[in-house]
């Protein structure tokens, strides 16, 4: 498989395969990188079906990991608008994959852009019912989160600027033809990962033909 990698305005990317003038954007969830196992998978089959696959590392992950500011939800949007402008530059058909965050975070991105199909794994829709859950679970309120601004834990750290960011911007608007698979949050194990597999498969020859 052809692999090339780019940096795309200071974005680590991997574009997957040979050229084509159909692209599939990429965007891993949370601990995890443009190389995620989802991503190796969607790219295998993708290319099978005429496309390339843009993958590229959000921040805080991947070859981002050491970075010092924190992987806020409007910089990821920012970032995403950045790799769209790249692929119109291109002049490519664009698609778009997204697991878990990383659908959430493309859902509040492309809500206003033309994207021809959308394949989302276990995608997050409503990320401040994620933070209020965790902060059930650990004991935390609204309150002392303002206080504190920043609680680390053993699940996820929690950030009053994060969480006041997802509770004013809902996911309320998405028009491109969609298929979502849900199951275990965390898709690992080889039964997990074989399912995928013929999933994709069935969901890109059918859009092939």
Known sequence: MLVEK????GIPAILWGSESKKWILAVHGS?????DDCIWILAEEAILCG????????PKHGERVYEEKPCLVQQCIE????????????EKEVSLFGCSMGAYVSLLAYRDE????TWLLSPVVDMAHV????M????????????EEEIDNP??????????????????????????????????????????????QKELQEEKG
């Open 79 to 90: 970032e995403l608008i950045i790799i769209l402008n790249y692929v119109k530059q291109q």
């Open 51 to 58: 496309y390339q696959v843009l993958s590229f590392d959000l």
């Open 155 to 200: 699940i996820e750290p929690l950030s009053w600027e994060y969480y006041s960011y997802v509770k004013e911007h809902p996911v309320i608007k998405w028009q491109s033809p969609t298929s979502i698979l849900r199951g275990e949050h965390w898709f690992h194990t080889p039964k997990q990962l074989e399912y995928y597999r013929k999933w994709l």
């Open 114 to 117: 033309r994207i021809d199909r």
């Open 136 to 147: 059930g679970e650990i004991g935390v309120t609204e309150e002392q989160l303002e206080i």
């Open 6 to 9: 780019r940096n795309i305005q």
């Open 131 to 134: 933070i209020q859950t965790i």
């Open 31 to 35: 601990h995890s990188s443009k190389i």
